[in-house]
């Protein structure tokens, strides 16, 4: 069984800001992917950003002066 480490999970109201999300953080060449949400974590789109919990200061910074909206971050285990 694999070991559950802690993660920052970035969840959004709609798809198109998760979407716009992911191009920006592909473009931009910050640490993440895509994933569903999970269910630890109620969200309104169901698709979240997984990243290191390290990462949280940068993704914030780099959405925020982006213009690009999240509904919640959160360290959980998965």
């Not at 694999?2 to 798809?15: I, Q």
């Amino acid at each position: 069984m694999r070991e559950k480490k802690d993660t920052l999970v970035v969840t959004f109201h709609t798809t198109t800001q998760a979407m716009a999300a992911e191009k920006f953080c592909q473009e931009k060449g910050l640490p993440g992917r895509i994933i569903p949400v999970p269910r630890e974590i109620t969200a309104g789109c169901g698709l979240s950003w997984k990243a290191a919990p390290e990462d949280r200061e940068a993704l914030e910074q780099a959405f925020a002066e982006a213009g690009l909206g999240w509904d919640g971050m959160y360290v959980i285990k998965i």
